[in-house]
């Protein structure tokens, strides 16, 4: 166990940078996933979605205009939902848990395959082999 904790310490020691931004996220995440109705709220009532309905002269009002009567079960609905204390709560809720779960799983299969990813990078950004011949035909076209 010391030596995991020995890892550890010297990993901070050397990158703190990455060792203060991840631990922020997850800090952030965990806050999210506990919490999702103090941030979805608030962004949704920056929108336009309020207790009462739509706030006038809004994002949300300016996209109800566009879109006429609301369809039941659309997006717009389920934020108004939530906004209002309805069924878009537990809704949205579980998408946001979902989105969160799937981004786990997204970030430990790059963090697994680093070494890929990197490799994968490495080969668009900074490619080691010749030009293809497209490209070859392509610029001799242009000059």
Request: proline fraction near 4%.
């Amino acid at each position: 166990m010391e030596q995991v904790w020995e890892r550890v310490w010297n990993w901070v020691r050397e990158d703190p940078i990455m060792f203060a931004t991840l631990a922020v996220a997850a800090l952030i995440f965990i806050f999210i996933f506990i919490w999702p109705a103090l941030i979805l709220g608030f962004l949704l009532f920056l929108l336009g979605f309020g207790p009462m309905g739509i706030i006038a002269n809004s994002i949300a009002s300016f996209v109800q205009s566009l879109l006429g009567n609301v369809p039941l079960g659309g997006m717009f609905a389920h934020f108004q939902s939530y906004a209002m204390g309805g069924y878009g709560i537990a809704i949205l809720h579980f998408l946001i848990r979902i989105l969160m779960g799937f981004g786990v799983i997204v970030f430990a299969l790059m963090r697994l395959c680093g070494t890929v990813s990197q490799w994968l990078i490495d080969l668009m950004l900074f490619p080691q082999h010749e030009a293809s011949p497209v490209v070859e035909l392509r610029l001799n076209k242009t000059t």
